[in-house]
């Protein structure tokens, strides 16, 4: 990190267009995860299904 910190340009104009890009970036990744969280989540049940039909009932 101390390497990326040596290549940031020093206009604070710029700086400014780069951490409003980096926050744009973090509002649309943050929008994507509850979807992602659904699908892991849909995944793992299907998994869990697909266990039980090739093993059979746990003896938990």
């Avoid at 101390?2 to 970036?25: E, R, V, W």
Wanted: hydrophobic share 45%; no cysteine; proline share 5%.
């Amino acid at each position: 990190m101390s390497n990326a910190a040596h290549t940031l340009p020093d206009d604070p104009a710029l700086l400014t267009a780069l951490i409003m890009g980096l926050q744009a970036d973090n509002t649309k990744i943050s929008a994507t995860l509850p979807a992602h969280d659904q699908l892991i989540q849909t995944l793992r049940l299907r998994i869990a299904k697909l266990k039980k039909q090739v093993f059979g009932q746990s003896s938990e």
